[in-house]
């Protein structure tokens, strides 16, 4: 039975992209714009997202950390008094895709190793969620996008994480079983949405979430890793030599 892992599905968040750095003043602007200069209203989005609005980050208890908009969307329309729904959830996705593009910051060097693990023969993915729309923006400016054969977001019709969907509709595309398939993320949604499939888990210390979170990775995870920029190494372990032995982290 070959084991070799076929297919290497990504997390966004925490993963390929500096989550503090990305969504912390992107997250203010949309509260900004959707407040509309209330104050109170401001600050209640404040209080339910656990945001930090003097340094322009979350908490680790933030449930936008590995929610979708659906997830945390209720705690929103509650603050902003306006109904719960498609409506404001299609508005506030559209409002943090522009928002997240224009403060986007990679961890590394991203799409170099991309390059080298598609090089390598390894078939890539983005398990994302976030908006769909907003993973391929955020792709197509990261370089990712000539690299990937796959993404799915938390409305892309496979569900959100830490359900399965997104990794088994992975693996039906590669053609393969999910043990062959691996998911490298920060956050417990992800080493589950794994777990749920079958497939490997991969933990990346880089986002985040707190010690507590990581400790809890540390245990359902198959492998641990700083970043995605150690994955060429493990993998080396994984699969033998045909993987790669390196790429810039830059």
Do not use: C
Request: proline letters at 7%.
């Amino acid at each position: 039975m070959n084991n070799r892992l076929s297919g290497l599905l990504f997390d966004k968040d925490g993963t390929l992209i500096d989550f503090d750095r990305t969504w912390g003043p992107a997250a203010h602007a949309v509260m900004t714009t959707l407040a509309g200069g209330d104050r109170a209203r401001f600050e209640r989005l404040m209080r339910v997202s656990h945001y930090v609005e003097a340094e322009r980050r979350f908490l680790p208890t933030s449930p936008l950390l590995a929610g979708a908009s659906s997830v945390y969307g209720p705690l929103w329309a509650e603050a902003l008094d306006r109904p719960a729904g498609p409506d404001l959830y299609g508005e506030m996705d559209r409002l943090f895709r522009a928002a997240a593009l224009r403060t986007l910051h990679p961890i590394g060097a991203p799409a170099d190793l991309a390059a080298a693990l598609r090089g390598a023969g390894y078939t890539l993915g983005i398990a994302t969620n976030d908006a769909e729309a907003s993973a391929r923006a955020q792709a197509d400016r990261l370089g990712l996008t000539p690299h990937l054969d796959f993404i799915a977001g938390y409305d892309s019709g496979h569900g959100a994480k830490p359900g399965p969907g997104m990794v088994l509709a992975f693996a039906d595309r590669l053609g393969v079983p999910p043990h062959r398939i691996a998911l490298v993320g920060d956050t417990t949604a992800d080493t589950g949405a794994a777990r749920a499939a079958g497939a490997v888990a991969i933990a990346v210390l880089s986002g985040p979430s707190g010690e507590g979170a990581r400790a809890v990775m540390r245990e359902e995870a198959d492998h641990v890793i700083g970043s995605i920029h150690d994955l060429p190494a493990l993998l080396a372990e994984i699969d033998g030599p045909s993987a790669p032995t390196g790429a810039s982290s830059r």
